[in-house]
């Protein structure tokens, strides 16, 4: 590199300061499916389908992101109401609104700066969310205390996993902090621990048992990765994501158990906690199991757990509204954690706000009530409804084998694939799911996310598919796959 000028006075030629070599090579390793470049052929295709080129279907169906309100599914009105009210507080002298929601959105208000929406709030969460939060966790979990100052609002629950996952990590080499993940799991997690320099360690749950979680195979996993890292947290999805599992009471027990012996950090993501559908499957949280176990249990455990707007009933993912609850966190590390959301000011307060709803909504004999119940009992029926029908149908295509949806939002089938079309996938670099989702889209506009995104057990294939659509259209996208899968069977065998 030569700083003097040349001789007629030009500039010397040098590269850019930031290029592919130069730039931070954690970034290059994280890897998020759920948006991956099957989805960016999908954005393509509906300009092309825009532009007139003529293709053989009318539209892209998007199942590949649990996104409820863009396929269809309706805010809940009252929620929405009191989110008018907050952002334009002019309407509270509009008799259009029901008085509960103008109470709770002066409610709201009044614990912003300067009454306003607009104003930044305290990192941790504005105070009276953070209480209601509290009071809802304490009412779920049949009274079990909850404490705001454990309460902590993010962007989303994926802020707030990112958040725990930051702290986690540490040392170098044989020390360096280990994560134990579901495989299959929900990208947010390989693609954090690789952006943060961690240590992948999958654990693989058993489909042949619905996707069930064995203790024999943390265990195992756990034992494996001990001679190259330091595994100290485990990350548990219930109910599932990508594959739609609800965990058993004994389970989750046993669960706990491990992660005392092994003393490893706990963390829940339960954001699909209303999401249960299944004939003998309820939810039960990670932090009331750990409380009826006892105070030799309760008292140890570090656990975060997480919830969040976006699914469930709400399907409000673009207002970014969560929270997580930490619990047995050292005094002195929690003090950290504080001041590390600080350095971000705060999470979106319309986003608080909004998760304010979801955890105190419209009690009997207010106005809102009925409507409110109505509108959440319809989108959850409609949902296990549409669990039922993606399952059966799946089942009925030979090559494809789809364990029951029992919660969340997302079949994970099984597809048997023919020995030629895995070699002509390989061939092309292609995971051969992801030579087959293309395929699929390039055919009938479905979009959905190939199981290698997720993980899976070698020599296995998979894809995630939403059952958000409106029942007809999920009809309509079940047998045009049945169709597909039959059609490429024949080709490829």
Known sequence: RSWRMSENGALPLRGKVLTVDTMNANVKKVDYAVRGPIVQRAVQIEKELKEGVKKPFEEVIKANIGDAHAMGQRPITFFRQVMALCTYPQLLDDNKFPEDAKNRARRILQSCGGNSIGAYTTSQGIDCVRHDVANYIQRRDGGIP???????????????????????????????????????????????????????????????????????????SLQAAREHCDPRVLCIINPGNPTGQVQSRQCIEDVIRFAVKENLFLMADEVYQDNVYAEGCEFHSFKKVLFEMGPEYSSKVELASFHSTSKCYMGECGFRGGYMEVINMDPEVKAQLTKLVSVRLCPPAPGQALMDLVVNSPQPGEPSYQTFIKERTDVLSALAEKAKLTEEILN????????????????????????????????????????????????????????????????????????LPPTDKLKIMLNKLKEFHQKFTQQYS
């Open 146 to 220: 909850s404490d705001p100052d454990n309460i902590y609002l993010t962007t989303g629950a994926s802020d707030g996993i990112v958040t725990i996952l930051k702290l986690l990590t540490a040392g170098e080499g044989r020390t360096r902090t280990g994560v134990m993940i579901s495989i299959p799991q929900y990208p947010l997690y390989s693609a954090s621990i690789a952006e943060l320099g961690a240590v992948q360690i999958n654990y693989y749950l058993n489909e042949e048992k619905c996707w069930s979680l064995d203790i024999s195979e943390l265990q195992r």
């Open 396 to 467: 009925t295509v030979p090559g494809i084998s789809c364990n029951p949806v029992q919660g969340a939002m997302y079949s994970f089938p099984r597809i048997t694939l023919p020995e030629r079309a895995i070699n002509e996938a390989k061939a092309k670099g292609q995971a051969p799911d992801m030579f087959y989702c293309m395929k699929l889209l390039e055919e009938t506009g479905i979009c959905l996310v190939p199981g290698s995104g997720f993980g899976q057990r070698e020599g296995t294939y998979h894809f995630r598919m939403t059952i």
